[in-house]
């Protein structure tokens, strides 16, 4: 039986014990009559459609390496009681199995080249964060609360692909709450809710299985709009309308990356759907998603996780431009790559460090989060000073490139090949080198993958702002008295 058919409490509880699944049962499972609406058209089926096949054939790659493969061991975890599944949902109680998971992201990172912010083994974090913090839930509604355990345990044994939608359209903020297109219910059951409106930029929805609602906290939240719940993508009413695709489809040399994957953010749009309500976590509480970044912990981990991993491949293109053109050796350039790496390891540390200072809850390790959300922040701020020294030590070998067969044309091939020669390589190899350099820094793709960076887990300033805001009371008036001290006088009360 094909899982989007069964409801949650048919399969919990199976007798099977191998919960992995193979990219072929991912694909067909996008036949499933979801309605994506892509550059003006509805599409059939989006796994033969060529701004789409790439990333589900990078998807289908994933899932087939949890089962033969160099990587095999690392993606998949079997537990005491003798089941196998993926690692993606492996339940880490201290720093060692932290770092355990840690080498999941880290594959994945790999295996997508760094293309994916929404790599399939993200949103298990985020269901774990949900799981880890389930007493929330439980305390807003103990029977729909705990239904989160019974869905992390239910992806566990599924292996869904899931997108993340928590972001309300922008729309016109003057309005009131009851006139913009937030989701809210609009009708209850005796089995369940139903929800209309729209969620916006949900990465990766259109491949997408499951469709993860929550919400975010904000002073005009009515009960009719705080809602968690977990909608599978066919269901009835929903709509996924997703942006212009980036993907380069056959332009593996020109475009190593954008050629590959294009994980495609979409609005979704809720049409009078039906959730039952084994399937929502709460609905009609405005208390706890002012707790939405206690859930988002282990997904935060994830993105300080992933984005560290990222620096590696763009460190090792800083380091390699200057020696593909030969300025080395130029003091101001070495300072340039310099500081790449001084990122890198600056991630690093603020990774190990929160890892080594995890915290327990609901029986699952979570990284610190002073620490992890200190390094986010540090990361993203990081990420634009990243990609302008990319284009600023690449100079013009990031505009002169030329298709591959540039170099056989009769009349300037010959100059060109010498032209474009560099001290290590020939011509068409600086080309694909600084193709890829393009595709990391400087093309839509990438100024898409800089937005997602710098936006995917709220916006910088709002981070910021929220980060002072937890900072710990102690701790200030700590700082402040001892500077109070040496000059005699009393530290604020305020
Ligand atoms: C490429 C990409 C992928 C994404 N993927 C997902 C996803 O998969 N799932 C999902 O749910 N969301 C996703 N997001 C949404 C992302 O979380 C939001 O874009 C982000 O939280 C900012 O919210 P907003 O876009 O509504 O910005 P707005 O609230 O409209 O704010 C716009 C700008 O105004 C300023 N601003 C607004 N409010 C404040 C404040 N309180 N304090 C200080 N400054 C403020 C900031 O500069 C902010 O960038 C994605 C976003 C991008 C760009």
Known sequence: MKYMETTLRDIVGSENNVYLRSGNSYRESLRDGRRVWFEGEYLEDITSHPKFSGTVDMICRYFDAHQSGPLADILTEKRENGT????????????????????????VVDMTHGTMGRGPDFMPTMLLGMYGSRELYIKSNPELGSNVERYYEWARQNNPIMTLAFVDPQGDRTLPAEEREYLRVVDRTESGIVVSGAKVVATLSPFAEEIIVHTLYRKDLEKDNAISCAIPVNTKGVTIVCREGWLTPGKEIEHPLSSRVDEIDAMIVFDRVFVPYERVFYVGDTEIPK??????????????????????????????????????????VRDSVAETLRCLETCRAFLRAAEENYGIMGGVAHADDNIITTGRMYSVEQYPKMMNILREISGQGLIMRFPDKAFDDESFGTVLKKAINAQNYSGREKTRIFNYVWDLCSDSFASRLEMFEVQNAQSVPKNRQLWFDNYSKEELTALEEKVCRIVDVPTPSF
């Open 84 to 107: 196998v599944s993926s690692a993606a949902y492996m339940i880490p109680r201290n720093t060692e199995d932290l770092r355990r998971r840690g080498q999941v992201i880290n594959a």
């Open 291 to 332: 707790y939405y970044s206690t859930t988002a912990l282990w997904g935060h981990w994830h993105v300080m996780a992933r984005i560290t991993r990222r620096y590696e491949f763009i460190a090792g293109a800083a380091s390699l431009i200057p020696k593909v053109i030969g300025t080395e050796k130029i003091p101001q």
